[in-house]
């Protein structure tokens, strides 16, 4: 039989603070895209929110402790918080209609 190792990267006690704290960072990209959009443009915005989730997802994937990763979490939810509005407010413009 194959034995497989646990991981002691967070302990049981802490499971739901990395995981959690990608909404407080989703809630504010939300909030800050209305700005943003009318500011840069819709294209600009969505570049610039995809490249803020990107940049975020990146350094979450090469964090060396839970605090670094608590912090990229929130980065790629401010990222991924941007892009949902933006990418919702530049698909019903662009749609045609027909009935």
Known sequence: MVCIKQVDFIPENNLNCPI????????FGCLSCFKSADWLGRRKAILLASV????????????????????MRFITGLGIGKLIPVLHMALESTQAWTY
Do not use: E
Request: hydrophobic letters at 50%; aromatic letters at 4%.
């Open 20 to 27: 959690s704290k990608s909404l407080p960072g989703g809630l």
């Open 52 to 71: 803020i989730t990107v940049i975020g997802g990146a350094l979450q994937a090469g964090s060396v402790n839970i605090a670094m990763y608590i912090v």
